[in-house]
T-cell receptor, first 113, second 113 residues
Framework: GDSVTQMEGPVTLSEEAFLTINCTYT??????LFWYVQYPGEGLQLLLK?????DKGSNKGFEATYRKETTSFHLEKGSVQVSDSAVYFC????????????FGKGTMLLVSP | DAGVTQSPTHLIKTRGQQVTLRCSPK?????VSWYQQALGQGPQFIFQ???????QRGNFPDRFSGHQFPNYSSELNVNALLLGDSALYLC????????????FGPGTRLTVL
C-alpha cells in the first residue's frame, strides 16, 4: 500500500538557518503530495502541495518540489524563524478514486533565537 | 467564513465506555473524513463520509462507526473503548470525494483511563 517516510526529528536549528526535511513516498501511480504543519495543541494546517512531477509548491517561504524519479518531496526554507517551530507532516493522496491522505510520522522542528 | 469545527475539545472516558465526537465542515464542503492521531505519530485515516454514506474506510475495527447528516456535519462513534483509543481525533472536510485538498479542524483529544 501507499506509505510516506520522513526523516526523524527533532531537527534543531538556530534562527536564520537553512532547513531541509526529507520525505520519500511509495505509491501506485502518481499521487498528489502535501506538507502539513501542526503547531502545539492545534490541528493540521496545509502548508503547500504539488500535484504532478516537477511541480514546486511554495508558501510562507517554504518550498518543496515533486521529484518523480526519486519519489521525493523534500521541504526547504532558506531562513527559519522561531515561529516556524512545529511538527511538519509529509502526506500523499491518490490522484484517482477517493481522496484520502496517508501521512508520515512527522518531523519536529525546534528553532532557537 | 467558518472553518472546520469540532466538539468537544477534550474528553475523558473509561475503558468499555462509548464516545461520540462531532464535526462541522468548512462552509461549502460536503465531504468529511476522520483521522486518528496517536501521540507522536502521524494521523491515520479512519473513514470518509459523502452524501450521508461511508465511502471509504481505513484499517479500523467495527467499534469505530460514523454518521453524516443532511447538513454535512458528521459524528464519529467509538464503542467499547480501549486504552489504545486515546488519541487526537481530527476531522477534515473537502468538496467532493476526489478533492485532494482537505481542511482540518483543531481536533478532539480523547483520553481513555
Amino acid at each position: 500500500g501507499d506509505s510516506v517516510t520522513q526523516m526523524e526529528g527533532p531537527v534543531t536549528l538556530s534562527e536564520e538557518a537553512f532547513l531541509t526535511i526529507n520525505c520519500t513516498y511509495t505509491a501506485t501511480g502518481y499521487p498528489s503530495l502535501f506538507w502539513y504543519v501542526q503547531y502545539p495543541g492545534e490541528g493540521l494546517q496545509l502548508l503547500l502541495k504539488a500535484t504532478k512531477a516537477d511541480d514546486k509548491g511554495s508558501n510562507k517561504g517554504f518550498e518543496a518540489t515533486y521529484r518523480k524519479e526519486t519519489t521525493s518531496f523534500h521541504l526547504e526554507k532558506g531562513s527559519v524563524q522561531v515561529s516556524d517551530s512545529a511538527v511538519y507532516f509529509c502526506a500523499l493522496s491518490p490522484r484517482s478514486g477517493y481522496s484520502t491522505l496517508t501521512f508520515g510520522k512527522g518531523t519536529m522542528l525546534l528553532v532557537s533565537p | 467564513d467558518a472553518g472546520v469545527t469540532q466538539s468537544p475539545t477534550h474528553l475523558i472516558k473509561t475503558r468499555g465506555q462509548q464516545v461520540t465526537l462531532r464535526c462541522s465542515p468548512k462552509s461549502g464542503h460536503d465531504t468529511v473524513s476522520w483521522y486518528q492521531q496517536a501521540l507522536g505519530q502521524g494521523p491515520q485515516f479512519i473513514f470518509q463520509y459523502y452524501e450521508e454514506e461511508e465511502r471509504q474506510r481505513g484499517n479500523f475495527p467495527d467499534r469505530f462507526s460514523g454518521h453524516q447528516f443532511p447538513n454535512y456535519s458528521s459524528e464519529l462513534n467509538v464503542n467499547a473503548l480501549l486504552l489504545g483509543d486515546s488519541a487526537l481525533y481530527l476531522c477534515a472536510s473537502s468538496l467532493g470525494t476526489a478533492s485532494d485538498t482537505q481542511y482540518f479542524g483543531p481536533g478532539t483529544r480523547l483520553t481513555v483511563l
